[in-house]
């Protein structure tokens, strides 16, 4: 994992609401996801707070701009970006601010229409050093989308309490699809899925481990208890819903929505076939805002 940020110094203001929501959920198995060695950006980002050197970019599709346009963001960070593992997740951004971004790896997300024209950031490096959005327009950039790509220049000079960048870029967007709708239920995959749900909640080890990939399964040795353990914390206590399913080859995505013992939440599961019968690669969390 490459980061080199460098502290100037801490503010004492609230967290951010986005960060505390974060910090509250309850800690689950984590995905496997080492962060790709390739540089993906150059250039400086300089704040409140911190001053570093760009390393990983991230382009995907998502709502930019004050007004949610359906635009690009393209994630900035000190640490590279897993393309592959980021691609087949619905909601990237989370994903990033779960899994990649913490005390030392920053992340800033620039936002720009479908053609390029920058739209603003938003950002979040440690207490007082962030921004829900923000707009410059005396921001310099060269950006441009072309034949799949996001590629450009982007600086801004500012105070020097105020973030500054000087930054270049060229990767991939992001697939805006994630496979072949599934019928209702989620499939094959969805009953899979189902019938964990089953086990789980009968904390029923010798049901559940066969619906675990085997990367899983070796993750915990021969514990099965302890997957049951672990993924019982982030899992619906009682029912749930799968929203929307997708497939693709031998693998599928499953939008669930659902509920624990402590809020309304919604899960991004990512089902993988193997030998055969379909298993659980990851399960992701994430409340579900503005719902009691």
């Known amino acids: 994992m490459h980061r080199n940020p460098t502290r100037k110094r801490v503010a004492c203001l609230p967290l951010l609401v986005a960060s505390v929501l974060l910090a509250a959920q309850p800690p689950g198995p984590v995905r496997a996801a080492e962060p790709a060695e390739t540089r993906q950006a150059e250039g400086t980002v300089s704040s409140r707070s911190w001053e570093w050197q760009a390393f990983g970019a991230y382009a995907f599709p998502a709502e930019v701009g004050i007004d949610d346009e359906p635009g690009i963001k393209v994630a900035i960070s000190n640490s590279g970006f897993a393309t592959t593992v980021l691609d087949r997740d619905f909601d990237r951004e989370h994903m990033i601010d779960t899994f990649l971004r913490d005390d030392e790896t920053l992340v800033a997300y620039f936002h720009f229409s479908k053609s390029g024209a920058y739209e603003g950031l938003s950002y979040y490096f440690s207490s007082g050093d962030g921004c829900g959005f923000c707009y410059d327009s005396k921001v310099q950039s060269t950006v441009k989308v072309e034949k799949g790509r996001i590629h450009g220049s982007l600086k801004r000079v500012s105070e020097p309490d105020d973030i500054q960048f000087d930054l270049a870029f060229d990767v991939p967007v ?19 899925y189902a019938a964990l749900h089953t086990a789980l909640l009968a904390w029923d080890y010798a049901g559940a481990r066969p619906y675990f990939t085997e990367k899983v399964q070796a993750d915990y040795a021969e514990k099965s208890e302890a997957i049951v353990q672990s993924f019982r914390k982030d899992h619906p206590d009682t029912s749930f819903r799968i929203v929307r399913g997708y497939g693709r080859g031998d693998r599928a995505l499953l939008l669930v929505e659902g509920e624990t013992s402590w809020a309304k939440v919604k899960t991004e599961v990512q089902m993988l076939r193997e030998k055969g019968s379909w298993r659980l690669e990851s399960e992701v969390l994430q409340v579900r805002l503005g719902e009691d």
């Open 174 to 192: 992001a697939p805006a699809d994630y496979g072949d709708p599934l019928p209702a239920g989620g499939g094959e995959p969805g009953k899979a």
